[in-house]
């Protein structure tokens, strides 16, 4: 099983982006998908969770009202939808998938990981 995020790029301050993340099969019913970030030299970090079974999301503090993950599970394909993007969203993004809560937010909690996309805010 593969996920294949993409869409990252550079954007301005308060610009938008949208990842995707593409699973090779469709085996995620039970699953959450996951987005996180790293920027070099700190811990990988949280960013929004999405279950498709129930639809519930899940965001950390600092994307809350600017960021909104969701899923299409016609192309097995769950997507983060960037807006009001600031310089310290600068990061790798990493798509993931793993059982459990939509609240248990470390990324042990999560099983198969995406490649990242990088995404740049320039300022």
């Known amino acids: 099983v593969q996920l294949q995020a993409s869409g990252g790029g550079l954007v301005q301050t308060g610009g938008s982006l949208r990842l995707s993340c593409a699973a090779s099969?469709?085996?995620?019913?039970?699953?959450?998908m996951g987005w996180f970030r790293q920027v070099p030299g700190k811990e990988r970090e949280f960013v929004a969770a999405?279950?498709?079974?129930?639809?519930?999301?899940y965001y950390a503090d600092s994307v809350k009202g600017r960021f909104a993950i969701s899923g299409d599970n016609a192309k097995n394909t769950a997507y983060l939808q960037m807006n009001s993007l600031k310089p310290e969203d600068t990061a790798v993004y990493y798509c993931?998938?793993?059982?459990?809560?939509?609240?248990?937010?470390?990324?042990?909690?999560?099983?198969?990981w995406g490649q990242g996309t990088l995404v740049t805010v320039s300022s």
């Open positions: 099969r469709r085996t995620f019913s039970s699953y959450k």
């Open positions: 999405f279950s498709w079974s129930g639809r519930n999301t």
């Open positions: 993931a998938a793993g059982l459990g809560p939509i609240t248990s937010t470390m990324h042990y909690d999560y099983t198969y």
